[in-house]
């Protein structure tokens, strides 16, 4: 290969560095090449083509077989275009490019500009000749077949994970540790070890040790019947999840959704007891990374979070559950579940720029006539100035404190009664075990990719494929509108009915939970109010006139 000086001066060089992947941010891959592409300057210089460097121009954590924008390999061709530099270093062929299409029109403004490419490993371009030119594109091939190459290596292990259903790498999730299986927040209740490890257990026989890493279980050949446990390394003891731990939070969390908090309110608590996510590099606009750290949660991560099917031990792959995971259950499927239809509910997406300081806006009625419409609350302030008033036509206005007081403690009164739990809870309905939704839904959604492979293998008509699919994902629908009627009771579920506790737990609830809680046993309806005054009344006398409110009780399935 030849290396030339350009006639009447020194060769104006750009250094173009570059690593793919770089999640630690620190950048010792592209300083090495940095470094080493300055010493091969220093070598040009003495082998008698005069060169400097005018820019140093570096791509961190970017790929580029991917196909996603390089603004440094973008300014690198400008910059050789329009003559600001005369040649390129770099440590080898592939870190200028990985895809041939590219490559060859990079060749094309070398050969064109007469410019100079020079690399550490792979020595200098040489254009001038055919067979230069015929090395210089068969190397980009054989680059772009590298990259490939190891793409469907790294497709075949992720293959391989589905089928097992083991952790396919990443960054460290919420409730586990960076293994992606072993619950955060474990202990022994044996002995004090402090080592765990996460082992299939098969459900049928109970076998442990026989269950092999594709799920197949030797002793009954059991093949759909396991689950993931951690167990302790020292004493065989299964673990328990810790108080206060990450994957102790994503229980309680769904519990508080269950019992109508918002994921707002599950933020709020959170941030107060310093529970923060997985520590991570935050990538920098100049591409860089910073040390890592944990964020506080806001309500679209955390929804995020409570829907992952990981939290009940299932393994997801394109957005579709394929099956149970090899790594235990922060959570029961069926509590999964539950807030999952809660959370994907269409009203919950809509969302206000400020938090509610009232009970009743959205919430309570106008009474006016047949208006019927929700009022909302005017003047947010903590004091008397709040006030609900009916949007539709101002037909009624209340202090808002007023009427919150009122229908709390109407609340608390008719959750306190002995009868209350006959009253407000529906009898538990003969239903189907959750056990046999589950399988039901896992077979229709093995149906579905049974479908999906007949069709593929021309085995069925584009006709056919389709109205199976139709019938298959209807049959879904219906036990997802189970699980959605389901995820309804909880709410008052998780009151203790008829105790003399209920009006101290009251004070701890949060807004959104007593609105939850209002909503499902009374209709509150805010009346036009009487004209005069009561007897007595005093200028500077502030009173309430409960008459002008009206509760009706709800029962059970209302």
């Known amino acids: 290969m030849k290396t030339e000086a350009r006639s009447g001066g020194r060769r104006r060089l750009v250094i173009y560095c570059r690593i793919s992947d770089d999640r630690e941010g620190r950048k010792y891959g592209v300083k090495r090449q940095e470094r080493d592409c300055r010493k091969l300057a220093e070598d040009l210089n003495r082998r008698g083509t005069p060169a400097e460097i005018v820019a140093v121009l570096v791509e961190n ?332 036509g101002g037909h009624v206005s209340r202090v808002a404190k007023y009427v919150d007081d009122y229908v709390q403690d109407m609340a608390i009164e008719r959750l306190s009664r002995p009868d209350a739990a006959v009253l407000l809870l529906p009898p538990a309905p003969a239903q189907e075990p959750v056990e046999q939704l589950v399988a039901r839904e896992e077979a229709l959604r093995g149906k579905l990719a049974e479908n999906q492979r007949d069709y593929d293998e021309d085995l069925k008509t584009r006709a056919q494929y389709l109205d199976s699919n139709a019938r298959l994902r209807a049959k879904l629908r219906e036990l997802e509108a189970e699980w959605e009627r389901r995820s309804t009771v909880p709410v008052l579920r998780s009151v203790r009915l008829g105790s003399r506790q209920v009006a101290e737990d009251w004070e701890g609830y949060s807004l959104d939970r007593k609105r939850a809680i209002i909503d499902a046993i009374m209709t509150v309806t805010i009346l036009p109010a009487r004209r005069g005054r009561p007897d007595g009344f005093r200028p500077g006398d502030t009173y309430f006139d409960e008459e002008s409110v009206r509760i009706e009780p709800k029962r059970p399935g209302q």
């Open 61 to 392: 954590d970017t790929s580029a077989y991917s196909g996603k924008p390089r603004p440094q390999y973008t300014e690198l061709i400008r910059m050789l275009r329009e003559g600001e530099a005369d040649g390129v270093l770099a440590l080898t062929s592939r870190r200028l490019q990985r895809r041939f299409r590219e490559a060859f029109e990079f060749l094309d403004l070398v050969e064109e500009k007469d410019l100079l490419v020079a690399t550490v490993k792979g020595g200098t371009y040489d254009l001038t000749t055919a067979d230069g030119r015929r090395e210089a594109r068969r190397k980009a091939v054989d680059d772009q077949h590298e990259a490939e190459e190891t793409a469907e290596r790294v497709r075949d292990a992720k293959g391989d994970n589905v089928r097992e259903g083991t952790y396919r790498g990443g960054p460290r999730p919420f409730g586990y540790e960076a293994d992606g299986t072993t619950p955060r927040g474990l202990d022994c209740p044996r002995c004090p070890s402090e080592a765990f490890t996460v082992v299939l257990w098969c459900m049928r026989c109970g076998a442990g040790d026989d269950v092999t890493p594709d799920r197949h279980c030797t002793r009954c050949e059991s093949g759909d019947h396991f689950t993931a446990k951690a167990v302790c390394r020292a004493c065989g003891a299964d673990a328990r999840v810790t108080d206060g731990s990450e994957a102790w939070h994503v229980d309680k969390a769904m519990d508080l959704i269950l019992a109508g908090d918002s994921l707002r309110s599950v933020c709020r608590a959170w941030k107060a007891q310093g529970i923060t996510s997985p520590a991570r590099r935050r990538r920098l606009p100049d591409g860089t990374r910073t040390e890592p750290r944990g964020g506080e949660f806001s309500p679209t991560p955390l929804r995020r979070l409570l829907l992952r099917p990981r939290n009940a031990g299932l393994l997801e792959v394109a957005g579709e559950v394929v099956g149970k995971a090899a790594w235990p259950a922060l959570v029961s499927e069926d509590k999964w579940r539950a807030c999952k239809a809660i959370l994907e509910r269409p009203e919950r997406r809509s969302t206000t720029s400020t938090a509610r300081k009232w009970l009743g806006g959205g919430l309570y009625l106008c009474g006016w006539e047949d208006c019927g419409q929700a009022v909302q609350t005017q003047g947010r302030g903590a004091g008397l100035d709040a006030a609900y008033r009916c949007q539709a």
